[in-house]
């Protein structure tokens, strides 16, 4: 147990839709990131913030939305889904940037039929 | 352009055997991080090893060492002793931005490892 959890585990929903995935970072850990695994574009980072403050932005689609909270949690929007938003979305958390390992909650499961 | 490269898809090791998962990678960042990751079937991220840019010596956690050849540009795993529940995908990862809160990690391809009884 990695000590990063995420909510829901899975989400079925339909195209069109919009849906929030959740997660709580370690104890401790400042750092939030999002990332999108699916099977044709493998695993890619989509964004990062870091004591509330985004910091970091990489492949993050602009129907995508993402904020973390003052008792750090984060939450990744995802709106206007699509058949391709299909994909398993994890939530790391680090203590200081990436200087230090990243550790992953167990993933969220997107299909969107 | 940062990237990593994981040229084998998929490999079979025979158990207790040492195993080599490859990776090479591209920056023109003089500070970066190198990281190695395996994704089980059950699907969670486990972090396994990591090696700054600047560290002399190989990284080695366990059964799990980073060959880290910084002038090739490769920072490849070695597993001693292979096991039955190293059966897994294995991810080479590399932190771009420097020792800043600011960074990102891009992941290569990935090599599936499944070990032979």
């Known amino acids: 147990d990695s000590g990063v959890t995420q909510t829901p585990k899975h989400l079925i929903t339909a195209t069109g839709q919009r849906v929030t995935l959740r997660c709580s970072p370690r104890s401790g850990d400042l750092s939030v990131y999002w990332y999108q695994q699916s099977l044709d574009q493998g695993l890619q980072f989509l964004i990062q913030?870091?004591?509330?403050?985004?910091?970091a932005k990489g492949n993050i689609l602009e129907r995508f939305s993402a904020q973390q909270f003052p008792d750090l949690h984060s939450e990744l929007n995802l709106s206007s889904l699509e058949l391709g938003d299909s994909a398993l979305y994890f939530c790391a958390s680090s203590a200081r940037g990436s200087i230090h390992e990243q550790f992953f909650g167990p993933g969220t499961r997107l299909t969107v039929l | 352009a940062q990237k990593i490269t994981q040229t084998q898809p998929g490999m079979f090791v025979q158990e207790k055997e040492a195993v080599t998962l490859d990776c090479t990678y591209d920056?023109?960042?003089?500070?970066?991080?190198l990281f190695w990751y395996k994704q089980p079937s059950s699907g969670e991220m486990i972090f396994l090893i990591y090696q700054g840019s600047y560290d002399e010596q190989n990284a080695t956690e366990g059964r799990y060492s980073l060959n880290f050849q910084k002038a090739r540009k490769s920072a490849n795993l070695v597993i001693s002793a292979s096991q039955l529940g190293d059966s897994a995908m294995y991810f080479c990862?590399?932190?771009?931005?420097?020792?800043?809160?600011?960074?990102?990690?891009?992941f290569g391809s990935g090599t599936r490892l499944s070990i032979r009884p």
């Open positions: 990862a590399m932190r771009e931005g420097g020792y800043s809160s600011a960074s990102k990690i891009i």
């Open positions: 913030y870091y004591n509330g403050e985004e910091r």
């Open positions: 920056t023109s960042d003089q500070s970066y991080g």
